[in-house]
């Protein structure tokens, strides 16, 4: 199937950047949208930064104007840059593809996620 690795977290700062990967593998023929969500402690899990196959890119409002999210459709990547962290960014951020594979139609798959902590 589609496997999602992720990398990039770790603690900062209030006011560092960090900048997520996420590389998707597999029998893949195409992928459509790739976004990057979060999940903090006790929270629901919400979209951060969403963008399609064109470069369309959609933004939750809390991170609008700091965080900038990218794709490298060679490569099958997506990047989510962090910029003036804040200890509220705090969270499990989860990589997500919809992606066509050889024997499926287009599917929602979910990295393993990675921790971002934001320090005051």
């Known amino acids: 199937q589609v496997q999602l690795v992720e990398s990039g977290g770790g603690l900062v700062q209030a006011g560092g950047s960090l900048r997520l990967s996420c590389a998707a593998s597999g029998s893949i023929v195409s992928i459509n949208d790739m976004g990057w969500y979060r999940r903090a402690l006790g929270k629901q899990r919400e979209l951060v930064a969403l963008i399609t196959s064109g470069g369309s890119t959609n933004y939750a409002d809390s991170v609008k104007g700091r965080f900038t999210i990218s794709r490298d459709n060679a490569k099958n990547t997506v990047y989510l840059q962090m910029n003036s962290l804040k200890p509220e960014d705090t969270a499990v951020y989860y990589c997500?593809?919809?992606?066509?594979?050889?024997?499926?139609?287009?599917?929602?798959?979910w990295g393993q996620g990675t921790q971002v902590t934001v320090s005051s």
């Open positions: 997500n593809a919809e992606a066509h594979t050889i024997l499926l139609p287009p599917l929602h798959y």
